[in-house]
């Protein structure tokens, strides 16, 4: 059983380890059951996240969608791939902390510009509170071209 930031789930699949800021185990004890019922007959995982409510993106898509609209890559182009790191700030500003992957330079450039330009985020909050949060930005253009296979060597 998890609960996080006091409230029960069936998972924390979805939640990045970059936004949780500890984890407690609970054993599968009497006083563990009677708090929590039957459900915590296998222990308990107290998570305790980085904020109480995520940073939301108030646009009609996802940051990433809205991101690759913003750049322009024909499908003429090579498939090509970028992968960063971003901050929100508490003021709601997206701040690229770490190129993680760029199978190409222009797209990169492309889309660190969009990054820079994006309007401004809901930012996470802890305790009514704007707080700064994490994520990971992965965009994959042309849409729908699978990406070259690497080269490999094959010494004999």
Known sequence: MYIVNGKPTTTIAHIAPENIEKI???????????????????????????????????????????????????????AARVVVRYKITPEGRTVVSKELEATDNRLKRRVLKAIAEAPAWQPARKNGVPVESEGVLRIQLPIGKRMPRPVELVFR
């Open 24 to 78: 407690d185990e609970l054993p599968a004890d009497e006083e563990t059951i009677a708090r929590y019922g039957a459900a915590a007959s296998h222990g308990v995982l107290l998570v305790t996240l980085r904020y109480d409510e995520p940073a939301r993106f108030d646009r009609d898509s996802t940051f990433g969608s809205y991101i690759a609209r913003q750049v322009k890559w024909g499908a003429d182009e090579p």
